[in-house]
Nanobody
Framework: QVRLVESGGGLVQPGGSLRLSCAASGRIFSINAMGWYRQAPGKERELVAKVTWGGTTNYADSVKDRFTISRDSAKNTVYLQMNSLEPEDTAVYYC??????????????WGPGTQVTVSP
């Protein structure tokens, strides 16, 4: 099994910043990619940002130039630096990891989610 532990959510005013962290542990042969998704009330879960362990990143159009995703391969950890936060960024943010658990086994894992609220 693989466990994802998220941290860094909270309440922030518009224009403020937050940094989310997600650490993966457990039966990890290798990591292909990790990323962050979010789900606002009444909306579907959507990709925010993703990084492959080779370093390729992609972002949702709505967060480009405001959010930065990075990873620490040695710690199996991904970070999401969120700047210039807007009320529309309010959501539960979920960490995702695409993990190879054996030479033939690949699986997606999800964290429990962390609330980000942007409000005056």
């Amino acid at each position: 099994q693989v466990r994802l532990v998220e941290s860094g959510g909270g309440l922030v005013q518009p224009g403020g910043s937050l940094r989310l962290s997600c650490a993966a542990s457990g039966r990890i042969f290798s990591i292909n990619a990790m990323g962050w998704y979010r789900q606002a009330p009444g909306k579907e879960r959507e990709l925010v940002a993703k990084v492959t362990w080779g370093g390729t990143t992609n972002y949702a159009d709505s967060v480009k130039d405001r959010f930065t995703i990075s990873r620490d391969s040695a710690k199996n950890t991904v970070y999401l630096q969120m700047n210039s936060l807007e009320p529309e960024d309010t959501a539960v943010y979920y960490c995702n990891a695409n993990v190879r658990t054996s030479p033939l086994g690949v699986r997606d894992y999800w964290g429990p989610g962390t609330q980000v609220t942007v409000s005056p």
